[in-house]
């Protein structure tokens, strides 16, 4: 905790936890789904599906989507905004238990017609918690350089993954390790004190059974 | 490095180092932060500015919330201090006007600095810039105010909580105008103990307050009890400048904000279930606008 913490974060309103926490889902949506989505569905889940209008949080998903972070002054007219960036976008409340009771599970089809599942919660304070990306159950809040390298669960692919970091001078600040079952799919998800330059990424992405890798950068 | 554990551990080494309280936060959030003084100085005078351009907007503007629940009171407010006809003198209606704009601007999904929370947006500004504006202060002294606000406000989060969800209202709008309170203290030349009770008064003047918004949302009753709590500051700041002092210490008094808060019942706590969110015409609204 900083003074910023206290006196910020700089937002546009009304609730923090219910716009800017939701602008910040929907940005970790956007960079994990490529870039540039065109059609999504989202799902809202608890608090989130009982006052999603009220505060904002719809205009505040696709906002993040669109690319803008949570002081943009432009959040409010997102939904217009989104029609003409080219992205048609759809919100459904699920009455089922969630995680968490902000929660928004995002589906995002990109221009080639990929899809791609996000899930996040708002957590206090604007700040969130990623539970899920694609089929698989994970756990990162954002507040580091992220990298997430979906592979297939074969022995050396961390050890091969970590070298490359070190020998670029990247400090891994927390790394975690999920998968469906053994052998099978799996996401590794890093956070780093440093940047990794896009270079790095890519030989990463050259290691075996390693299927991409997704940096996603600070988003406090 | 500070602790944040006791304001009244930060009162005493500001003290004896004879140094307000700001300027030993800042140096010790430069050090934590690895950033320089200077740095951590301009960022918060970001913050500064888009807390004016909030009061600026908010004072001005007669649009409505999405729910149509609030917007226009501000305006209100402040043709009666422009009017000359405010019943409490210019300091107390102007920081009034500013508080009910600031948290109208963020009802309305306009920009604000959170602090400490989003709810509770409007009450360490209004004050803060309604001294600078009546007592020609420098923008780097309220700057550095906000230095003494949050270092107490991070004492307050770390003993207790500032969020509503946790600890009801007097968790946020208690603990803002609590900052408020002592950063107004520390602005008008009043010493670092004078800020440790100026932050005691307006914590103990509302403890036991809830949290209940009416269909969640935060605008009935959070915009007026911004006003109210910019209002609570005030009156903790004069009190303390005044040489009055707190009976019950400023972090005991913090200690039983945080016992209360975990003895309200969930539905006191922003579910929007019970206090005023469960009156008859909060429920008649909140099925309006929910539908």
């Known amino acids: 905790m900083n003074v910023f913490d206290i006196i910020g974060p700089i937002m546009v309103g009304p609730s923090s936890s219910h716009t800017a926490g939701a602008v910040r889902i929907g940005q970790i949506a956007r960079v994990v789904a490529g870039g540039k989505p065109v059609a999504v569905t989202i799902e809202l889940y608890g608090s989130f599906a009982q006052t999603y209008k009220g505060h904002g949080t719809d205009k505040a998903i696709i906002a993040g989507l669109l690319g803008m972070a949570p002081d943009d002054q432009r959040i409010k007219d997102s939904l217009a905004l989104a029609g003409q960036a080219g992205m048609s976008f759809k919100f459904r409340k699920s009455s089922n238990q969630a995680v968490h009771p902000n929660t928004a599970l995002i589906s995002a089809v990109d221009q080639l017609g990929k899809k791609t599942i996000v899930q996040g919660s708002s957590v206090g304070g604007g700040r969130i918690v990623v539970n899920r990306i694609n089929e698989i159950n994970v756990k990162f809040k954002g507040d580091y350089y992220t990298l997430l390298i979906p592979h297939t669960d074969t022995p050396g692919v961390i050890a091969a993954v970590t070298k490359l970091l070190a020998d670029h001078g990247i400090n891994i600040a927390e790394l975690n390790m999920y998968r469906s079952h053994r052998g099978g799919e799996a996401m590794m998800v890093i956070e780093t004190d440093q940047a990794v330059k896009a270079e790095v990424v890519s030989l990463i992405e050259a290691v075996k059974t390693v299927k991409k890798a997704v940096l996603i950068e600070p988003i406090y | ?291």
């Not at chain 2, 209002?231 to 009976?247: H, W």
């Open chain 2, 1 to 291: 490095m500070i602790t944040y554990d006791s304001i009244q551990e930060l009162a005493d080494r500001a003290r004896k180092k004879g140094k307000r309280i700001s300027e030993l936060v800042l140096e010790d959030q430069a050090l934590h932060m690895e950033q320089s003084k200077d740095e951590l100085v301009e960022l918060m005078r970001k913050s500064l500015h888009v807390m004016a351009a909030a009061a600026k907007s908010g004072l001005t503007s007669r649009s409505l919330s999405a729910s149509g629940l609030s917007g226009g009171d501000a305006n209100k407010m402040k043709q009666v201090v422009d009017g000359g006809r405010s019943l409490s003198g210019k300091v107390l209606s102007e920081t009034l006007a500013k508080a009910l704009a600031i948290a109208e601007v963020n009802a309305c999904m306009g920009r604000i600095v959170a602090a400490p929370t989003a709810g509770s947006c409007g009450i360490i500004p209004a004050l803060l810039l309604t001294l600078k504006e009546e007592h020609h202060l420098t923008e780097d002294q309220v700057v550095m105010s906000l230095f003494t606000a949050a270092g107490l406000g991070m004492v307050i989060a770390k003993k207790a909580s500032i969020s509503g969800a946790e600890g009801g209202c007097q968790a946020e709008c208690g603990s803002a105008a609590a900052m408020a309170a002592a950063a107004a203290v520390e602005l008008m030349g009043g010493s670092p103990q004078m800020s440790a009770h100026a932050c005691a008064f307006a914590l103990k003047s509302v403890l036991g307050l809830v949290c209940d918004p009416v269909a969640g949302l935060v605008e009935v009753p959070c915009i007026k009890r911004n006003a109210s709590g910019a209002a609570n500051a005030l009156v903790a700041a004069e009190m303390a400048l005044a040489g009055i002092e707190s009976t019950i210490p400023v972090d005991e008094v913090i200690g039983a904000m945080k016992a209360i808060g975990d003895a309200m019942p969930k539905a006191l706590k922003e579910t929007a279930e019970g206090g005023l969110a469960d009156t008859p015409t909060a429920k008649k609204i909140a099925r309006e606008i929910l539908r």
